[in-house]
């Protein structure tokens, strides 16, 4: 009888398992010249106006594309969807978008697509996350305001003049705005997105080369080549499946047994050997992220004169060529100015522009600290972040430096915060006990990207709450100048104020890397670190 | 025996509430959700507050707590900051775990057990000292070192296997991980059995048994070993809930979106609903596992009876 017993709870338990183990089908690299990538979950919905990090921004670079695009090689913004956008005053201006373009449901773009778009985002209704971004177009304080119910639901500034023309008035003179059209959020939507809006974000539909074919959230998305795109730059493959990983190390040991085909952010433990792991099958280019070390300017002691020379002395006791080389096998570069080399010289990129408060100049350092009054609390402290990328090995490599240029042990000390999220509200609740990690990834390749958000008083990424009234003047003179050329210079100028005060440390310029599977050809990344995916060819 | 079911499951319930009283705390004290939420740029003044009031952040901690356990009692564990319904998470990434555990439990009870009753018998002998030496091994390297070496050789040096699971996570996939994950505990078996049944050799109804006649593999088997599984049992029973919730690393380096994937996620961007929820769920498992192990020690045990 017991015997007995005992079958049956193991059929039972037999019978409890089998369905969980029925469920399996296929997965990873799909047949014909389809490629595998790997991928993060993204952090929000997979709204345009509401996606500010690199892994939804993946998804959105293949199935949008907007007025202007950012070309892959130069990051020069080139007219995409924009037939032409004119202004006489740099205020006002004109948008007529191409004939012919169609969202991949069938639905044509007009110029309503766009502001209606534009309109979704900036509402305050909607929680989008790149809101700001509409900050310069008139009215935006009515759908926005900073504290209270919002007074409008649309932006006065923009109006539709015909089914492909439309005009967009800004708040204040802003001679670059229509190169900043290329980032994501200023895609067009097509109606859908308004009238099924939770089917959409399952399956978001776009009139990029691509299109959603599948979406499993928090594991993986096939994209599918669409046929019809009637843009230029057709999909030179029939799709990308992009799968989450959740430790770029797994997704680099996939790539190594075949499994993946391509796998961006290559981790740094595996920088030295993954030359010869991949066979020349690595890519390391510059992008357009700037790492630096920020002050708490809402502290006294670090703004004052004296502070100023302790900041140049710490900048000079950094020995950024040591560690870029050694720490992270040359995938960052010194910075020598506030900028990136993506923008090229054309776009205000000036190498050299620091000087030698940004060389490793031992000697002087001490001086400067000395001159400055010492270090304020006798001790620096540099905050970071612990739980993501190597930041804990480069905070302590640069406090050796310092410390080792000061000839003092406990000059400088590493001051880890557990997690990301703790360490953003810390800096929001004005907490940093000094010096803290600041990293800018641009949004735009402009040299006003680099420079307005983090360095104009009060503006949205300026945590350290730097505030001159020099640089001021001189942005707000750049953005009302009606030549490009003008324009930057001016913002040059701007950048020298930041030096002289040295209202942050640049600490190095980061490239974007990736490796590749054999079956690939003509990867490349563009200044923003994400892969060129329609111009891979598989096979 | 249903009496002492009730009141275990009347105990249950002080425990529930204190628990996830405690997590919610623990998060809370963590730091303001939306911060993490806008991630590297912070959100200005009239999204955030927005956000807030969207989430309930705004009211004391206490009101949030009872909305949430209203809610959760309801089914409903909220809405994750990327807008999917943690349930929604659940329900991907529970079957995977389970199907990980089970794999796990699996070869703890196969491996374990079964090197346990053999040392147990052979005492002193080689193939004891050896089996020794070897979970003393495992026990003292770290889970992801055996990890990591295991998906190098097997996955890429060797290609036997993938060396990543795919979202789908089916059973063949997850042999390796799961031998992974229950390393440590299938070596703590294994000593736990070999001791148990070393102790009970020399116990009095197995030299009863053997004077009956009765053949050796009925009396190792039937009296020798099923009296000397109590410890065995309580281990793996409270061993569930700690593969469950304690696969972080497991499911990190081999990719498998389960349990502790979300709860790494949900942790970095500090996302209350999610850690809570699976969070609460894991101590449901936890008490019910105890109680299936109490329940066990009857059946294995005539002496051991429930009033």
């Known amino acids: ?539 | 025996m249903a009496r002492y079911l009730v009141r275990r499951l009347l105990q249950m319930i002080p425990v529930f509430v204190g628990a996830t009283l405690l997590i919610f705390l623990m998060v809370n004290v963590m730091g303001d959700p939306v911060a993490g939420l806008c991630g590297e740029r912070a959100c200005d003044s009239a999204t955030a507050a927005q956000l807030e009031r969207e989430f309930g952040l705004d009211k004391p901690v206490w009101q949030q707590y009872a909305t949430y356990m209203a809610n959760v009692f309801t089914g409903d564990f909220g809405t994750a900051f990327n807008g999917q319904p943690v349930t929604e998470l659940m329900a991907t990434a529970f079957p995977v775990t389970i199907r990980l555990t089970l794999v796990a439990i699996v070869f703890e009870i196969v491996i374990g057990i079964a090197l346990g009753v053999v040392t147990g018998l052979r005492r002193g002998r080689p193939v004891d000292t050896a089996v020794l030496l070897g979970t003393l091994v495992v026990i003292s390297v770290p889970t992801f070192v055996t990890g990591l070496l295991l998906q190098l050789l097997l996955g890429v040096k060797w290609g036997w296997v993938r060396p990543s699971v795919s979202p789908q996570a089916p059973l063949d996939e997850l042999i390796l991980p799961g031998l992974v994950l229950a390393s440590v505990s299938l070596a703590y078996v294994t000593r736990l059995t070999r001791t148990s049944i070393a102790e009970n050799r020399r116990a009095d109804y197995v030299r009863t048994a053997v004077a009956k006649g009765l053949p050796r593999r009925r009396v190792v088997v039937r009296h020798l070993l099923r009296n000397s599984l109590i410890p065995v049992v309580t281990f793996i029973g409270t061993d569930i809930g700690a593969l469950m919730g304690g696969a972080i690393v497991t499911e990190r380096i081999f990719n498998i979106h389960g349990v502790g994937y979300q709860l790494y996620q949900g942790i970095l961007r500090q996302n209350t609903q999610t850690v809570v929820g699976f969070v609460t769920v894991l101590v449901l498992v936890f008490l019910v596992a105890n109680l299936l192990v109490d329940l066990l020690y009857a059946v294995l045990d005539p002496r051991i009876r429930y009033a």
């Open chain 1, 1 to 539: 009888m017991r015997g007995r017993t005992r079958v049956q709870w193991a059929l039972a338990v037999a019978v409890a398992v089998l369905p969980l183990a029925a469920c399996t089908s296929g997965a990873g690299a799909a047949g014909g010249s389809v490629l595998s990538s790997s991928w993060g979950d993204p952090q929000n919905p997979l709204e345009p106006s509401n996606t500010n990090e690199v892994q939804g921004g993946k998804v959105l670079d293949m199935i949008f594309r907007g007025l202007k695009r950012y070309n892959p090689r130069t990051g020069r913004a080139e007219n995409m969807l924009a037939e032409r956008i004119d202004t006489t005053d740099s205020r006002t201006y004109h948008v007529t978008v191409k004939d012919g373009w169609t969202f991949s449901n069938g639905e044509p773009v007009t110029a309503r697509s766009f502001v209606d778009a534009w309109n979704y985002g900036a509402s305050l209704r909607n929680n989008q996350k790149n809101a700001y971004f509409f900050g310069y177009i008139e009215g935006y304080d009515k759908v926005h305001p900073d504290s209270g119910k919002q007074t409008a639901d649309t932006l006065s500034g923009l109006k539709v003049t015909g089914p492909r023309t439309f005009t967009v008035t800004l708040g204040q003179k802003f001679s670059t705005f229509p190169d900043t059209l290329g980032y994501a959020a200023f895609a067009p939507l097509p109606r859908a997105f308004f009238t099924h809006h939770k089917a959409w974000l399952d399956k978001p539909i776009g009139n990029g080369p691509y299109t959603v074919e599948s979406y499993t959230k928090g594991a993986q998305m096939y994209l599918k080549k669409w046929a019809g795109y009637p843009g230029p730059d057709k999909a030179r493959n029939d799709g990308v499946t992009l799968m989450v990983y959740t430790d770029s190390n797994t997704a680099y040991t996939d790539v190594l047994a075949g499994n993946l085909d391509l796998a961006d952010d290559i981790p740094a433990g595996q920088l030295k050997n993954v030359s010869s792991d991949l066979d020349g099958r690595y890519i390391n280019t510059p992008a357009g992220i700037l790492q630096t070390l920020a002050f708490p300017f809402y502290d006294k002691a670090w703004n004052t004169e004296g502070a100023r020379k302790v900041r140049t002395g710490l900048s000079m006791a950094i020995n950024r060529a040591q560690i870029t080389k050694t720490l992270f096998r040359n995938t960052r570069t010194p910075a020598t100015d506030w900028t990136s080399p993506v923008l090229g010289e054309d776009g205000g990129y000036q190498a050299g522009l620091c000087g030698a408060a940004c060389e490793y100049r031992p000697a002087e350092a001490k001086k400067l600290v000395q001159e400055g009054g010492g270090l304020p609390g006798g001790q620096v402290r540099i905050t970071y972040n612990a739980d993501t990328g190597s930041h804990k090995e480069w905070v302590d490599a640069v406090c050796n430096s310092i410390n080792n240029a000061l000839g003092d042990d406990r000059a400088c000390v590493g001051n880890p915060v557990g997690t990301f999220a703790d360490f953003r509200n810390q800096i929001s609740q004005h907490k940093m006990p000094g010096p803290f990690r600041a990293g800018w990834q641009m949004d735009y390749p402009l040299i006003q990207n680099f420079l307005q958000p983090l360095y104009y008083t009060d503006a949205s990424s300026n945590d350290g709450k730097w505030s001159n009234k020099q640089f001021d003047a001189l942005v707000d003179r750049a953005n009302a100048e009606t030549g490009q050329k003008a324009a930057i210079g001016l913002f040059q100028q701007a950048e020298k104020v930041v030096r002289d005060n040295m209202a942050a440390i640049p600490l190095w310029y980061q490239n974007g890397s990736a490796g590749y599977s054999e079956r690939l050809r003509n990867v490349a990344l563009n200044p923003f670190s994400v892969p060129v995916y329609n111009e891979i060819e598989v096979g």
